[in-house]
């Protein structure tokens, strides 16, 4: 059984830097190295306790989507094996099945969030304005409800602690240009429509899902970070989904719902969490995993 990963150490790379998940590292001037620990971050609080398996299971899940969605677009992925890139079979230990090798690439100043039920900040947006984004949407649609149309509803990149914050299209035209700001809500609707097309079939609802956008020299635009994992993602079970309420997912709203109940203020450091909980968010992650791919759940 593999021992859950906090935080790496790969010392025969230079570290670029750490996010809630992720540890980035330099392979040369053309590569990084993204490990995806097993860290949890809720309120955009880092928890103390590592979920087992889970960078494992969104490390997966992210280049199943890469693969099955590469004829929309290129992807940031190398295909070197991380295990190539490090020193000894400490690092190697460290980076298998839940690292990448990927090119680098000019990150988009935008979250690419597209939205096909009434949930989470569109919920509140819709419940405040009647719209979401700038978006007007019709009235008396419900929570949780299924939007008439797939819509694009871009947000901000927050600084690490901080909260994204939703921006109409007018202002992703100015940040990046209309002909850019085009091809990427396209692009951000065509990718998430054939995923919820497919994972549907699989019992899975996608409600909403945010991708990340990158340009090469060039100016071509690849999908990069991670795609339609469960922490980038709502997932819900199809067989408990029921208008008028936030249906059960496969990701860490079961530790949020945990967290609602203590008396902590959702600053750091977070509150360390019980067996059951970590033992119950480990299992969602890897049932999204075995609904979607059909692979059996990690060893955990």
Known sequence: MTEPLFESTI?????????????????????LLIVTTDRLSAFDVILPDPIPGKGQVLTA?????????????????????PEAVVQDEAERAQVRDRAIVVRRLKPLPIEAVARGYLIGSGWKD???????????????????????????????KAAMGDHDE?????????LIGADLARHVKDTTLRLYKEAAAFAGVRGIIIADTKFEFGQD???????????????????WPADQYQVGSSPPSFDKQFVRDYLETLDWDKKAPGPKL??????????????????????????R
Do not use: M
């Open 166 to 174: 939703n921006i109409d299209y007018a202002t992703v035209e100015n």
């Open 61 to 81: 899940v992210a280049n199943f989507w890469f693969g099955k969605l590469a004829h929309i677009i290129p992807n940031h992925l190398s295909g070197i094996d």
């Open 126 to 156: 819709y419940s405040d304005s009647g719209s979401i984004c700038g978006i007007p949407l019709p009235p008396g649609l419900r929570q949780a409800q299924r939007l008439p149309e797939p819509i694009f509803t871009p947000a901000t």
């Open 11 to 31: 010392s025969s790379l230079p570290l670029l830097g750490r996010g809630k998940v992720r540890d980035i590292y330099a392979v040369g001037d053309e590569l």
């Open 274 to 299: 019980p067996e059951e909980i970590i033992a119950y968010t480990s299992a969602k992650y890897h049932e999204a995993l075995e609904r979607l791919t059909g692979a059996s759940p990690l060893r």
């Open 217 to 235: 020299a060039a100016g071509r635009l690849y999908l990069i970070d991670e795609a339609l994992t469960p922490d980038s993602s709502r997932f």
